[in-house]
């Protein structure tokens, strides 16, 4: 089972398209991040990236940006789909996300 | 119309505003007393033309050929100016302890990436609270490269000793 940040983190690797920057993908959170909300750490994020490429969930590429320097980018892969989908199974049967927004 | 007088001095040292072209003429003939109009050149020079005289075609005609000069220039200046910024290296909190913790390659991506993280930082949150996350932020991550680095070579250890003897 994903933790909460591994699952937000496969999210925005998605949303982001593939082959994205650790940079990237912290903005795409920082931009869902609830209005209010606590915004997520980026050393966390960043550190979570690397653990998940080591447990296969995400595969890490380079790309040389435009000050020519390398830079690590993530992808997410086969497996981390299927963590993913395995993680938010039980907030779907339960109704989770018919939720968002009730207590308001 | 009252008078008007072209002056252009070099070096003057006298700071001014700029008017475009059409807004010199028509300033020229909406005010009757005492105007004094200010062109702010390159380098200091200055150019201004005061109501003391009368104001001629022949003086606007003028004024305008230097103000289209003036243009130029400004607009080179700005150029200079645009190129100077995006030439000019942000100053992003020092982190060299990066290098001591981190491989080179790591080392590089981190940096990069925080500096990346880093302008959005300055836009949410301001200069001075941008240092302060920046800081906070690249130490966690240090730590948790470091952690992550010992704990895999424990792992590694653990298994040359279940396994390995």
Same mark, same amino acid.
């Given at each position: 089972m994903l933790?909460?940040l591994?699952e937000?983190?496969i999210?925005?690797?998605?949303r982001?398209?593939? $082959?994205?920057?650790?940079?990237?993908?912290?903005?795409?959170?920082?931009?869902?991040?609830?209005?209010?909300?606590?915004e997520?750490?980026?050393?966390?994020?960043y550190?979570?990236?690397?653990?998940m490429?080591?447990? $296969?969930?995400?595969t890490?590429?380079? /790309?040389?940006?435009?000050?020519?320097?390398?830079?690590?980018?993530f992808? /997410?892969?086969?497996?981390?789909q299927?963590?993913?989908q395995?993680?938010?199974?039980?907030?779907?049967?339960?109704?989770?996300?018919?939720?968002?927004?009730?207590?308001? | 119309?009252?008078?008007?007088?072209?002056?252009?001095?070099?070096? &003057?040292?006298? &700071?001014g505003?700029?008017?475009? @072209?059409?807004?010199?003429?028509?300033l !020229?003939?909406m005010?009757?007393?005492?105007t004094?109009?200010v062109?702010?050149?390159? *380098?200091?020079?200055?150019?201004? @033309?005061e109501?003391r005289?009368?104001v001629?075609?022949?003086?606007?005609?003028a004024a305008?050929?230097?103000?289209?000069?003036?243009?130029?220039?400004?607009?080179?200046r700005?150029?200079a100016e645009?190129?100077?910024s995006?030439?000019k290296k942000?100053a992003y909190?020092? +982190?060299?302890?990066? *290098?001591? +913790? !981190?491989?080179p390659? *790591?080392?590089?991506?981190a940096?990069?990436n925080?500096?990346?993280?880093y302008?959005?930082?300055?836009?949410?949150h &301001?200069d001075r609270?941008?240092?302060?996350?920046?800081? +906070?932020q690249?130490?966690?991550?240090? @730590?948790?490269?470091?952690?992550?680095r010992?704990?895999?070579?424990f792992?590694?250890?653990m298994?040359l +000793?279940?396994?390995?003897f």
């Open positions: 933790g909460k591994e937000v983190i999210m925005a690797t998605l982001s398209g593939g $082959n994205a920057m650790p940079s990237a993908i912290y903005e795409i959170i920082v931009g869902s991040t609830a209005p209010g909300s606590k997520q750490a980026f050393g966390a994020v550190t979570t990236l690397n653990r490429a080591a447990k $296969n969930l995400l890490s590429g380079k /790309v040389v940006d435009e000050k020519g320097r390398e830079r690590k980018t992808t /997410v892969t086969a497996a981390g299927r963590a993913l395995e993680s938010l199974h039980p907030i779907n049967v339960l109704g989770g996300h018919g939720l968002v927004g009730a207590f308001a | 119309m009252s008078a008007g007088k072209l002056n252009v001095p070099h070096k &003057g040292g006298e &700071g505003v700029y008017f475009d @072209a059409n807004a010199l003429k028509q !020229m003939e005010t009757p007393h005492h004094r109009i062109m702010d050149g390159d *380098d200091g020079q200055v150019i201004y @033309a109501d005289d009368k001629t075609a022949e003086g606007i005609d305008l050929r230097i103000q289209a000069e003036l243009k130029q220039v400004l607009l080179w700005l150029e645009f190129l100077r995006i030439n942000p909190p020092e +982190v060299g302890y990066f *290098d001591w +913790v !981190m491989r390659d *790591d080392a590089l991506d940096r990069a925080l500096e990346d993280a302008d959005g930082w300055v836009a949410r &301001g609270r941008a240092n302060r996350i920046y800081r +906070v690249a130490f966690r991550l240090a @730590a948790g490269y470091v952690l992550d010992v704990s895999s070579r792992g590694q250890i298994k +000793v279940r396994f390995g």
